[in-house]
């Protein structure tokens, strides 16, 4: 069995779903454009394609990382190193409040998310690599970056 050198992780769609039915709507009018002989469909169908297929990921390959999208198995994103030797998870609260629309109520939504982090040795310069909903998961994740960085994990 062959050491792993690399990790891949797929984070999901790159932008977020009112610009993903955008896309879809900027396709089927592409669409209708083009059975129309207008050379603005095929505009349209790019853009689309871009808003509603575009997916982001995190690469770790050769000690080097990268936060990319893509489109169609096209890879977007510049290749990383770091001098910063630690790595760490870091628990953020997400809070989002919303309005009710006649009434004044108000519902707050809160959540933890957790950032794999690279940190310098007085934690004074981070590098966030990848952001995850499940603290179990997070745990994995930042094992195999350490692993494959060569990094020292802190708890």
Same mark, same amino acid.
């Given at each position: 069995?062959?050491?792993?050198?690399?990790?891949?992780?797929?984070?999901?769609? /790159?932008?977020?779903?009112?610009?993903?039915?955008? =896309? /879809?709507?900027?396709?089927?009018?592409?669409?209708?454009?083009?059975?129309?002989?207008?050379?603005?469909?095929?505009?349209l169908i790019i853009v689309?394609?871009?808003?509603?297929?575009?997916?982001?990921?995190?690469?770790?390959?050769?000690?080097?990382?990268?936060?990319?999208? /893509?489109?169609?198995?096209? !890879?977007? =994103?510049?290749?990383?190193?770091?001098?910063?030797?630690?790595?760490?998870?870091?628990?953020?609260? /997400?809070?989002? !409040?919303?309005?009710?629309?006649?009434?004044p109520v108000s519902v707050?939504?809160?959540?933890?998310?957790?950032?794999?982090?690279?940190?310098?040795?007085?934690?004074?310069?981070?590098? !966030?690599?990848?952001?995850?909903?499940?603290?179990? !998961?997070?745990?994995?994740?930042?094992?195999?970056?350490?692993?494959?960085?060569?990094?020292?994990?802190?708890?």
């Amino acid at each position: 069995m062959a050491n792993q050198t690399k990790l891949k992780i797929h984070t999901g769609k /790159y932008f977020p779903r009112p610009f993903n039915l955008i =896309g /879809y709507i900027a396709i089927v009018f592409g669409i209708i454009k083009l059975l129309e002989f207008h050379l603005l469909g095929l505009p349209l169908i790019i853009v689309g394609s871009y808003l509603s297929f575009n997916l982001s990921g995190f690469e770790i390959e050769d000690g080097r990382f990268r936060n990319f999208f /893509y489109l169609l198995n096209f !890879k977007i =994103g510049k290749w990383k190193t770091s001098d910063l030797p630690n790595i760490a998870i870091l628990k953020r609260r /997400y809070s989002r !409040k919303t309005y009710g629309g006649r009434t004044p109520v108000s519902v707050t939504e809160k959540a933890f998310v957790y950032d794999i982090t690279l940190l310098s040795e007085t934690q004074d310069a981070r590098v !966030k690599l990848l952001r995850v909903n499940d603290i179990d !998961k997070a745990k994995i994740i930042e094992d195999q970056i350490a692993t494959l960085l060569d990094l020292n994990k802190i708890d």
